[in-house]
């Protein structure tokens, strides 16, 4: 598996959508985390309003019983920062448990804010290589839970008092990954991986998207690895296995090979965001934007013309804004200049010359 240049495009996959331009929490930051989101079945059950609990990735893979599959599963467990005043102001932090606080917002101390959030952390389950053998005898079950909790932390003014307090609150997941394969043809394999998101009811049945949110596996995708053999392209297939790989179900995502054109194809990467088959990140990109429906350059011409106050509550946010704003203001003028006038095609250009 090409680990380093599949994980740069996934980490891509992975944050897109973490925070909208104007990159503070304005009306277009209320609605995130729109790609690969997969909720609990109860909640799918409940509302009924296309959301799903589960994806499926089926591909083709070229090989024998011998032939070594590996699968990882990433995606983001939110965390809900609760921003609270303290009123009046403390000397000391309580023992044993939380000051008394009020929920708002945004709260200023002196020259600094913060504001309310949805946190992400990273997750990954995979499964340890395992031959096309063994999956064909029978699929292999994935479970995996990652726990809740709760941690706060006080904010202090320049005196060291206690103004506010930093509440991460985080619900516990609860999932499977299952994986399975068929042999099509001749030394041809299917494999199946679906993921779905088993974590039981919590609270009402009618709860809200940004409740059930906090209990989803966000920007969920797959990233496939083989040795002792290759898969098969699913836009471009060999014309003896076109039908067959038409016959692929993919179900929110779609799996695209990583890597070059010409290089025995060891890795896939199934994303809920349509790719070609080796998809590479431009090699002028200063670095992740979050906002992948904008191009770099008109974000950086975005954030260098907000305001004082705006780029203050942009470093609110959390340390990604913090860092982008900070690469944003120190960009040197030849990287700049560098973002614009480059225009490629990944259908016509050297694969070399490709990007995603």
Known sequence: MNRALVKRIADA?????????PYRPSIKNHQRWTFGGLYPEAHCRAVDNGETSSNQTECLVRGTSATSIEVVVRFLHLTDRIVGEVLPPLAEWPRDTEPPFRSVPMLRIGEQQWHAWQEAEECEVSLGDVTLDTLSAAPRCVPFWFPGGRRSEPVRDAAGMIGGVLIRQQQAIKGVLEIKAVEVAAELFRLTCRVMNRTP??????????EALLRCLVSAHTILGVREGEFVSLLDPPACWSETAAACQNVGTWPVLIGAAGQTADTMLSSPIILYDYPQVAAESPGDFFDGTEMDEMLTLRILTLTDEEKLAMTAVDERARDLLLRTETMAQE???????????P?????????G
């Open 335 to 345: 990287q700049f200049r560098g973002l614009h006038g480059t225009i490629r095609d």
């Open 347 to 355: 259908r016509t250009l050297p694969q070399e010359e490709a990007h």
């Open 13 to 21: 996959v992975l944050y897109e959508g973490y925070i909208l331009y």
């Open 201 to 210: 009811p919590q609270g009402t049945a009618s709860e809200s998207r940004e």
